[in-house]
T-cell receptor
Framework: SAVISQKPSRDICQRGTSLTIQCQVDSQVTMMFWYRQQPGQSLTLIATANQGSEATYESGFVIDKFPISRPNLTFSTLTVSNMSPEDSSIYLC??????????????FGPGTRLTVL | QKEVEQNSGPLSVPEGAIASLNCTYSDRVSQSFFWYRQYSGKSPELIMSIYSNGDKEDGRFTAQLNKASQYVSLLIRDSQPSDSATYLCAVSGTASKLTFGTGTRLQVTL
């Protein structure tokens, strides 16, 4: 499976500021996804990062709050904007397996632990 | 209404026993089913995938799928203390998106 890295691994931020999280994959992948895992909770999909077009957001998540870039097939960023303490979570990127493509297996990066004060 | 349901646990089993983890899902068009293991402070790790009815075995793990009952399970044989983790059930339809259950915390006791 692909090797996925995320930066930063953790950060402590002040409310009202923004943080950009990077996700880098060691091979080209078709689909990249961003998830949030709030303390003690399961994973919730924020959006699908599409190469060359706008991200596709899930219900409850908007582009103004979570702008996403996907400039190529190996890299994506997620920005958490105008942060509040409720944004304190682990943010995870994932990529789909390349073969077989119809099986939708996803592999996760190590995550970014964000604390907002 | 939750789309993927799991018992949150904790499920406690003695070392060497069989751990049985269960998951139900609501979307009948779901096509792919996954079990992820997540250690505390770590990201989820894919351990089993299953796509058709029946059993799929991989080492000490067996995934079972029953689409008619909308039920998928994970059996862990010869449970080890290193199996202590949260196990997340995930379901995918045709759009590649995963929907996760809330996870079952497994504790393997000595």
């Amino acid at each position: 499976s692909a090797v996925i890295s995320q930066k930063p691994s953790r950060d402590i931020c002040q409310r009202g500021t923004s943080l950009t999280i990077q996700c880098q994959v060691d091979s080209q992948v078709t689909m990249m996804f961003w998830y949030r895992q709030q303390p003690g909770q399961s994973l919730t999909l924020i959006a699908t990062a599409n190469q060359g077009s706008e991200a596709t957001y899930e219900s409850g998540f908007v582009i103004d709050k979570f702008p996403i870039s996907r400039p190529n097939l190996t890299f994506s960023t997620l920005t958490v904007s105008n942060m509040s303490p409720e944004d304190s979570s682990i943010y995870l990127c994932s990529v789909d397996s390349q073969w077989p493509p119809q099986y939708n297996e996803q592999f996760f990066g190590p995550g970014t632990r964000l604390t907002v004060l | 209404q939750k789309e993927v349901e799991q018992n949150s646990g904790p499920l406690s089993v003695p070392e060497g026993a069989i751990a049985s983890l269960n998951c139900t899902y609501s979307d009948r068009v779901s096509q792919s089913f996954f079990w992820y293991r997540q250690y505390s402070g770590k990201s989820p790790e894919l351990i089993m995938s299953i796509y058709s009815n029946g059993d799929k075995e991989d080492g000490r793990f067996t995934a079972q799928l029953n689409k008619a009952s909308q039920y998928v399970s994970l059996l862990i044989r010869d449970s080890q203390p290193s199996d202590s983790a949260t196990y997340l059930c995930a379901v995918s339809g045709t759009a590649s998106k995963l929907t996760f259950g809330t996870g079952t915390r497994l504790q393997v006791t000595l």
